[in-house]
């Protein structure tokens, strides 16, 4: 291209800023470029050593989505193990990286570690025209056996290359090289290394035929040596079979010796066998269940068959419910049936769905005409979410149920039998049921009476089963605050408590929680929940309780939730009515 050209590269897998680098010696001598590196150790060496170009923390593939990408500390030639981390890393697509290029793109890189196919098909060659492309064709960046690397990985992605108008003009054993059709006069430069940091092509191969042929040697000398190590053991065996068959003889009459001694304590072996069997149930009867996700194998979610005649009051409260939803095609149309199939006469039912591009908008529209109303587009999380719906729509009691959760048969008007009932009571909750991502029940939560110094500690609500009154909401300000996005819910019950507000139990399970790999209290308990829960902690106590207060504080809650549930394990197993 010249050596005065200043061109534009964009190097997908770059890895490294300097080592192996194709692109350093073009920085050096003023290109600038785009640098696409998932792994977050060797972005921040780009952001360091690359500050003009244009430096993309993310992998590229053929769809939108946001996997764990697991890290390794070890170096590019390293073979030994290294600790693995976990991270979530935003894939994006080929085109969209070519898109981000100020202008035409004169190189583009791309190694991917053996998924060079779907970076290439993810991108519109024949649309943005890069004039030379270079490709790793080898299958892996590590020797993890003896033997040469593979080096025909290409045969899967090249005629990706050759029909949008490349042609092969050079292969190093390691990366293959293209330049565009009509791009016919690149000269071709040879590149000093001497003396720099660069570990060019042929010594790399070098240390791989090297490397090779002195694993084949070690994988030699030590099957020799396994082979006389079998054979001596052998003819040990041998030699020693004789005694063996003594010493089993020996010890038959010593255990025959044995039974006539202890033949007593044979018989009260059952019994202490019957008896460490009842002190692991115990043990088991005795665990607290809130906190637990999975407490038993799934099984066919059931409730009382009373609960689908719940009484409906003379006058219903209106009952306005919000599902703020983003991306939940998989669940959502179990949640509205849930709600809509109890046919309570007072609903207004809103959905705030964030803009989804699955199969979320479809279902909507199935129901539109059930709903309050529903609107689909970008928000700035969950709580926003809440709020906007709130805001767009009216009713005296009020609640929220995320996208994947059920609320479960006659909910509905048994709180709102309840709130008119007990015109004193502004907060009610109730029990909850657990379930798996095929809607099948897996636990259950039994919560004793409602006890307000616990909520000072921890946030034993089930958020699926909470309703409220509209002028406790006023009170508080009329919105979840935003700037939460795990504990927006305990926040609320917080303020809740601050103003006043009488809370009760409802002894009835209303909802049911959805368990699943993809949803946000999994993904976010670890990290961001317990940042969230030890902000609201230090706001009501004033200092970072540790893990033993935390305990201390809640034992007296949890003897009681004990208590209640194994009454009603009891109960239930007498078949008596819930």
């Known amino acids: 291209m010249g050596p005065s050209h200043q061109g534009q590269y964009i190097d997908i897998g770059a890895a490294h800023p300097v080592i192996l680098s194709h692109t350093n010696a073009l920085y050096l001598s003023g290109w600038r470029g785009i640098n696409v590196e998932p792994r977050y150790d060797r972005y921040q060496l780009f952001l ?11 992998a590229v593939g053929a769809m939108h989505a946001k996997p764990e990408f697991l890290e390794s ?8 193990d290294a600790t693995i981390e976990k991270r979530l890393v935003e894939i994006l697509t ?11 793109v004169d190189l583009l890189v791309v190694h991917a570690d053996g998924f060079e196919e779907e970076v290439l098909r993810s991108m519109d060659l024949r649309l943005y025209k890069p004039k030379v492309v270079i490709v790793d064709a080898m299958r892996s960046l590590k020797l993890v056996t003896p033997g040469p690397w593979a080096t025909d990985g290409y045969e899967r992605w090249e005629y990706l290359l050759l029909s949008s108008g490349y042609r092969l003009t050079y292969s190093n054993g390691i990366d293959r090289f293209y330049v565009r059709d009509d791009f016919q006069n690149l000269p071709v430069q040879e590149l000093d290394y001497a003396g720099s940091s660069h570990c060019p092509t042929f010594y790399i191969r070098k240390w791989i035929l090297s490397e090779t042929a002195r694993l084949e040697q070690a994988h030699l000398e030590e099957s020799n040596r396994l082979r006389l190590a079998h054979q001596r ?4 065996l041998e030699a020693g079979l004789f005694d063996k068959e003594r010493t089993i003889l020996e010890q038959g009459r010593a255990l025959d010796a044995y039974r006539q001694a202890y033949y007593p304590l044979s018989l009260v072996l059952p019994a202490l066998r019957t008896g460490v069997a009842w002190c692991k149930r115990a043990k088991d ?3 607290p269940r809130l906190g637990n996700l999975r407490q038993y194998q799934p099984r066919d979610l059931s409730v009382p068959p009373h609960y689908f005649k719940s009484s409906r009051p003379i006058s219903p409260p209106r009952i ?5 939803s983003y991306q939940q095609g998989q669940f959502i149309e179990f949640t509205m049936r849930s709600v809509l199939d109890q046919g309570y006469p007072a609903l207004s039912y809103f959905v705030q769905d964030g803009g989804s591009t699955d199969n979320t908008l479809e279902i909507l529209r199935k129901y539109e005409q059930k709903l309050a109303g529903w609107i689909s587009a970008p928000d700035r999380g969950q709580a926003h979410a809440i709020n906007l719906g709130f805001a767009r729509a009216d009713g005296e009691i009020m609640g929220w149920l995320n996208s994947d959760d059920l609320l479960l048969p006659g909910s509905l008007a048994y709180v709102g039998d309840y709130f008119t009932r007990h015109p004193d009571v502004d907060v009610v909750y109730g029990n909850r049921l657990l379930i798996d991502e095929n809607g099948q029940e897996i636990g259950r939560w039994i919560l004793p009476g409602h006890d307000g110094r616990a909520l000072q500690w921890a946030d034993y609500v089930p958020q699926e089963t909470l309703f409220w009154r509209r002028e406790l909401w006023d009170r508080v300000g009329a919105n979840v605050d935003e700037s939460f996005q795990f504990a927006m819910d305990w926040d609320l019950l917080v303020r809740f408590q601050e103003v006043g507000a009488k809370f009760a139990h409802l002894p009835r399970f209303l909802g049911a929680f959805r368990v699943h790999s993809e949803q946000k209290t999994s993904a976010s308990i670890d990290d961001l929940g317990f940042k969230e829960m030890t902000r609201i902690r230090n706001r009501l106590h004033g200092r970072t309780p540790g893990y033993t207060e935390i305990r201390a504080a809640l034992a007296r809650f949890l003897l009681h939730h004990i208590l209640h549930d194994i009454l009603y394990r009891l109960r239930n197993r007498l078949g008596l009515k819930q």
Do not use: F, M, W, Y
């Open 48 to 58: 360091e050593a690359r500050p003009e170009d244009t430096n993309l923390h993310c």
């Open 73 to 80: 500390g070890q170096s590019v030639l390293q073979d030994s």
């Open 94 to 104: 080929g085109n969209e990286v070519l898109a981000k290029a100020s202008g035409p």
């Open 233 to 236: 053991e052998i003819e040990l």
């Open 285 to 287: 009867l005795l665990r």
């Open 320 to 324: 306005l419910l919000i599902t703020p």
